[in-house]
């Protein structure tokens, strides 16, 4: 992160001498926390390695927000704080900028520790779903090209595997893997409402000291998707444990939260599904970066992204393999 490039981008926002300190653990974007006047703000660079339109995602960010503040219950968003030129967000030379209130008195929670926990997180999540429902962004165009979108990122391994010549044990037994299971990608493949687009729990402000969840961040990726590619990220992330597996306990109250608040009803099949395709779509997005030569996902060694493929992979399998007590726990919730 570059200091002087966020201090000249403050001076859209602030009389010179605030100095900005570096602000949680966001791999996406450049978060600084700024003190003024008292307050706290968080300004932030929207990423131009992953988002194609930083503008466009900050422009429908800017929507998002104002749409979820016209008083809609059950869920909170920071609110944007506009430029001294009165805009939502700042574009300058290196890039562009937005500032946030900052949510506190809160926490961040990773990992997930108590079922009651679980529960808010997916409530907040459902919440977000349910209080976005009445926003059409079926017209926008993806905030990330094909993101979440199996069947695209099918398309993309295919397609690098042709021009590509690494083909040891390790990922050929990936392939195996990933080509038994491709029918996943027509399973959840219908778009149907705005999603959150990445359902991590440090997505989600926590109240200092209450297990409840205070504000939902992170809003660039929200999108026209499928409701279970929400809820599958959040399973997948929150849910499985250090060893591999998915925790069956956590997944139940994860949907005890989120499928009344986003307002759902769906088959248990698709609860115990929706993991699976996010887990089996993170692995075949991981092996082409690997095989890719690590364009994406940054490496500290050689061979870091074929883990992770492995450890998602992996763990797709294990939840393929508890398919009935998932479904069975989604049923009693
Ligand atoms: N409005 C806010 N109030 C308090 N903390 C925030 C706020 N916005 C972001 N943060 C902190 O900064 C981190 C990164 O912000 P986030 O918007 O999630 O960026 P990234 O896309 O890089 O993950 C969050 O996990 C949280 O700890
Ligand atoms: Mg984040």
Known sequence: ?????????????????????????????????????????????????????????????????????????????????????????????????????QVTPSRTLEPLRTAAQAESAGRAFGAFQAATAD?????????????????????????TLESSEMADGAVAEALAVIDARRDLAAALAGRDRTIHGDCKVDNLLFHPDREEVVAVIDLDTVMHGHWAWDFGDLVRSAAARAGGGVDVALFAALARGFLPAAGLDPHPEDLALAPRYVALMLGVRFLTDHLAGDRYFKVSAPGENLARARRQLALALDLEARETTLRAAARRR
């Open 135 to 159: 926003l059409d962004l079926s017209a926008r165009p993806d905030p990330i090209p094909g993101f979440l979108q199996l069947g695209h990122y099918l398309e993309t391994l295919d397609r």
């Open 1 to 101: 992160m570059n200091r002087e490039r966020a201090v000249r981008a403050l001076g859209a926002w602030f009389d010179g001498g605030v100095q900005p300190e570096p602000l949680g653990a966001g791999h996406i974007n450049d978060t600084w926390l700024v003190r003024h006047g008292g307050r706290g703000y968080v300004l932030q660079r929207i990423s131009d390695a992953v988002f194609p339109d930083p503008a466009g995602v900050a422009a429908r960010v800017a929507e998002v927000v104002a749409h979820l503040a016209s008083g809609r219950a059950g869920v909170a968003v920071p609110a944007l704080v506009a430029s001294r030129s009165g805009q939502p967000w700042h574009r300058d030379a290196s890039g562009v900028w937005r500032m946030w209130r």
